[in-house]
């Protein structure tokens, strides 16, 4: 017997289908990550990577924010070691069969914007744009050291068409139908044969 669709006060998964669509509900707060969301998040991609069915993982937010990082003032500290849900998370994504869309409807700032790396594709709206104050370890991986080290050592905000240059974004598409083509998009990867979707 499958397990039940968890239920979560602010965050949202549907599935359809081959597809699963988890959005983060936390406007007020920018969608950022404090500790028991977190948890949350991490519970729910477990119960993903569980569903043999999905293929295609869909992760957006509600709000004008993408994902404004982590939340240390809310929920007490947070532990980013070995067994922390923040390793557990980044460890569900990178290793992870199932293919990782991440939909940017909105700003994305820290952790929002380092996590990207650990997608297989992005797509933002025009007007989203990338701020963080650190380098992540993928960033040089794929945009080149320097590029990096001058985007976001400095802690400047770069647009979506930068981060569409240096391959941070994938492709940018309108905003007027942004959520319900990400999602057409999503069906066409979902119903390629699992071979080819391993392949890539």
Not at 107 to 115: I, K, L, M, P
Not at 150 to 165: C, H, K, N, P
Request: some cysteine; glycine content about 8%.
């Amino acid at each position: 017997m499958r397990p039940p669709l968890p239920q979560y006060a602010q965050l949202e998964i549907c599935h359809q289908d081959r597809i699963a669509l988890l959005k983060y509900n936390r406007p007020s707060s920018g969608n950022s990550l404090h500790p028991k969301f977190l948890r949350d998040v991490v519970t729910a991609m477990q119960w993903i990577e569980g569903e043999s069915r999905i293929r295609v993982v869909v992760v957006t937010r509600e709000g004008r924010f993408f994902c404004t990082g982590m939340e240390l003032l809310d929920g007490g500290g947070m532990s980013f070691g070995i067994g922390s849900d923040f390793h557990e998370l980044n460890r569900i994504f990178i290793l992870s069969k199932k293919i990782l869309i991440a939909a940017v409807n909105g700003a994305a700032a820290g952790y929002g914007t380092s996590s990207l790396a650990l997608f297989d594709i992005v797509y933002a709206v025009p007007d989203a744009y990338f701020f963080t104050p650190f380098v992540n370890v993928s960033f040089p991986k794929i945009m080149g050291h320097q590029r990096a080290a001058s985007l976001f050592l400095a802690g400047d905000r770069i647009t979506v068409q930068e981060a569409r240059d240096v391959g941070l974004v994938s492709k940018v598409l309108p905003k007027k139908d942004f959520p319900p083509e990400v999602m057409e998009i999503a069906r066409r990867i979902a119903d390629s044969p699992p071979a080819l979707l391993c392949a890539n």
